[in-house]
């Protein structure tokens, strides 16, 4: 994932990738809006189904992923990326 973030409203513009092998780094998609409200992603690609959400807890900025990956398997999990 790779995009920037306004810190004073909290909004933020991101594109979501996946490395899958054979293909190489594949974008599945942006995020655009604010992380108060959180902001979802629905997946739909040939290599991959689920979805990604951005959110704020407290003061982190978190990335729930529920991913299913051809060839890899299903990604399951919650991540802190920073604090703010």
Known sequence: MK??????KLD???QFFVRVPLWGLV?????VGG???GIGLKIKFSVADGAVRLYIKDK????NV?????FIGH???DVKLFTI
């Not at 995009?3 to 004073?8: A, P």
């Not at 529920?66 to 051809?70: A, F, H, I, W």
Request: charged content about 20%; aromatic content about 4%.
């Open 3 to 8: 995009g920037t973030l306004d810190t004073s």
């Open 12 to 14: 933020i513009h991101a």
């Open 27 to 31: 974008q599945l998609g942006t995020f």
């Open 35 to 37: 992380l108060h409200e």
């Open 60 to 63: 982190d900025v978190r990335l």
């Open 66 to 70: 529920q991913l299913g990956v051809k």
């Open 75 to 77: 990604i399951n999990d």
